[in-house]
């Protein structure tokens, strides 16, 4: 069985700029529907798509697709902080990695996974919404809440919060099975019949995903519109490069945003475009290069990538912020030390124990503020490494120091 796709997005017929973001590639499917003033929820749903674009290579159990997650979530939220026209943005997000004989769903929000299996069709995610809730509890029923005045409040978002509940979904895949990613501007304009109707049509993925927006259009495509198909056919997953995660993707990153769209938000939405650019033309190089230049190119990428994050974790028992991605590939560690807190790890309270261990992905400047934070003799409660007011513990930087063999790494 091998996992062919197609994508499509829409503004719609009402608003002015489509905040929707998708990714569809070989292994990795995702929708996010952002939300936030001023060009906001389109920096927070391609910023969610982005990371998770990324991260993909190292995304091959729950454990690590949580974990991607996780680092959607910091990336906006970090974005919303120093940003404040973004201020409040999120996004939801329905994602998909595959896996032998499946796929690995993340769910946050209130976009939606259909699956269609012998024309039956079976809504795969809850939604983390007001009404979904409701619906769940058996105050409504999914007609009334297809019609409530307040059926686009969701309850998860990506980037509102530090912490994000994520639902993971494992979904064994048959050959013939048909699986749909979209926004609520698809499922709140084109009912169960009708979306299985159109879902089950023709056997181009592609024109699956245009017919499917194109019901939502004659729907009345009041919201923007967002569907990534995904069909299992028949064949070997290798062939096209393998649906499991890490095997060679050439991913479609959506919409294409007009450049009058992009506004208030310009700096955000732009560099997160350059990256992807830049990563497109490197798509271009692989076609004509052939496997070995797409290993390159996803070598490049997420070298690049790597060397511009950061994590705290622990070094020889102290406390010590790591420039790269806590992972190990190819038996090589993708991290390396660039500064040790003159704290041991064995001090510090269970909380600030867990925003370590967490290896959250950060700034430079985020993972010094913590770990310079940390004295020496600290068992009380410490800032979290966002809090950007809560400076008062912080000791100068050069108080900082290497302990055993460890060099400082020179940072750029
Ligand atoms: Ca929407």
Same mark, same amino acid.
């Given at each position: ?7 499509? =997005? ?118 983390? $919404? ?52 979209? $926004? ?122 790597? =060397? $511009? ?80 007011? =809560? ?22």
């Amino acid at each position: 069985m091998r996992l062919i796709h197609g994508a499509a =997005s829409h503004v719609g017929l009402v608003r002015k700029q489509n905040e929707d973001s998708f990714v569809a590639g070989e292994g990795l499917y995702a929708v996010c529907d952002g939300m936030g003033g001023a060009r906001a929820g389109e920096v927070a749903s391609e910023t969610a798509c982005q990371t998770l674009l990324f991260l993909q290579p190292y995304v091959t159990e729950e454990a690590e697709l949580r974990r991607s997650v996780a680092a959607a979530n910091d990336a906006i939220v970090e974005k919303s902080i120093r940003d404040p026209r973004l201020f409040g943005m999120g996004t939801t997000m329905t994602a998909a990695v595959g896996r032998e004989g499946g796929l690995l769903l993340a769910h946050v929000g209130d976009s939606r996974a259909y699956l269609l299996r012998d024309a039956t069709l079976r809504q795969v995610t809850d939604d983390h $919404s007001l009404v979904g809730e409701m619906v769940r509890r058996g105050q409504l029923t999914p007609e009334q809440a297809a019609a409530h005045p307040h059926r686009s409040v969701i309850t998860r978002a990506l980037g509102t919060e530090r912490e994000v509940e994520v639902d993971l979904i494992d979904l064994d895949l048959q050959e013939g099975d048909r699986v749909l990613f979209c $926004s609520d501007g698809l499922s709140g304009m084109v009912d169960d019949d009708r979306l299985a109707e159109v879902l089950g049509q023709g056997e181009d993925p592609q024109a699956v995903a245009d017919a499917l927006v194109r019901a939502a259009l004659k729907g009345g495509g009041e919201d923007n519109i967002t569907a990534v198909v995904v069909i299992a056919i028949a064949g070997d997953a290798s062939e096209s490069g393998g649906t499991a995660a890490g095997a060679a993707a050439v991913p479609r990153f959506g919409p294409e945003r007009r450049e009058a769209e992009t506004g208030g938000t310009r700096g955000a939405a732009m560099s997160a475009r350059r990256a992807l650019g830049r990563m497109r033309g490197r798509v271009v190089v692989l076609f004509a290069g052939g496997a070995v230049a797409l290993l390159l190119v996803l070598v490049v990428a997420v070298a690049l990538f790597n =060397s $511009s994050v950061y994590f705290v974790g622990t070094r020889d028992g102290r406390v010590a912020l790591y420039n790269g991605m806590p992972y190990v590939l190819f038996g090589r560690e993708l991290s390396h030390v660039v500064e040790v807190a003159p704290t041991s790890y064995a001090v510090l309270d269970a909380y600030v124990k867990g925003r370590v261990d967490a290896h959250e992905l950060t700034s430079k400047e985020e993972g010094q503020r913590f770990i310079r934070g940390l004295a020496p003799s600290t068992t009380t409660s410490l800032p979290a490494p966002t809090g950007r007011s =809560s400076t008062t513990s912080t000791l100068p930087g050069s108080t900082a120091t290497t302990v055993g063999p460890l060099t400082p790494v020179p940072s750029t």
